[in-house]
């Protein structure tokens, strides 16, 4: 093996570095229109370098394709299985706020008043009711096969959502002994762009639609 081929690659930002430095030498024997000429060029490569390392990575985001109403899997209780997953997006919208509201009681200024929440919060602006958004992750649980009885939901209000935002409930089964009735549930909630809003987990009765 030659020592070229041990040598590891060259980083973009390394190779611009070098070429500079040599077009720096190189002005001393040369023109100096030349060597001007060779830096700029150097630098705008370690420009165009650093830019491109800058750039953020395009992710996939759970849920960005799925429908705004997600239909109800087929199949039994039976049916469900440790891997199966739901996903149920909708959008948080000035009515949903209000008329999750007028059910629940909550007039929280927090939710309602602009002023309120600039002043007095961190949030810049009023936000949805947390319990609205984990409403999602409950309409998402009614599309398993059979259905499906809350035993237990714990939750983790990550990040705030607002009114306009699109919301995906993803849900996974991780737990589903032989032999029992229930299920045990990975709950996550992420906006459109990937941000994850709610995070937890959900213990639920599988029953039959039909008796």
Known sequence: ???????????PILSAALVLQAAML????????????????ATEQMHESVTSLATPLALPVAGRDA???????PGTPADVSVGMEVLYTREVTDGEVEAFAEAC??????????????????????????????SFVSAALSRLPGVAIYLDQD???????????VVTAHLK??????????ARIQTT???????????????????PEKA
């Open 1 to 11: 093996m030659t020592d070229e081929q041990r040598l590891p690659p060259m980083s």
């Open 26 to 41: 190189r002005g001393v024997s040369n023109s100096f229109a030349a060597g001007a000429s060779i830096q700029r060029a």
């Open 67 to 73: 429908q705004p109403e997600a239909t109800k899997l």
């Open 105 to 134: 009681g909550d007039r929280n200024p927090l939710h309602f008043d602009e002023a309120y929440a600039q002043r007095n919060t961190s949030f810049g602006g009023p936000i949805a009711h947390g319990l609205l958004t984990a």
């Open 155 to 165: 939750l983790h209000f990550v990040k705030p959502v607002r009114r306009g935002d």
């Open 173 to 182: 089964v991780i737990e589903r002994p032989a032999g029992k009735p229930w």
């Open 189 to 207: 909630c992420a906006l459109a762009d990937g941000t994850v809003v709610l995070e937890g987990h959900a213990k639920v009765l599988l029953l």
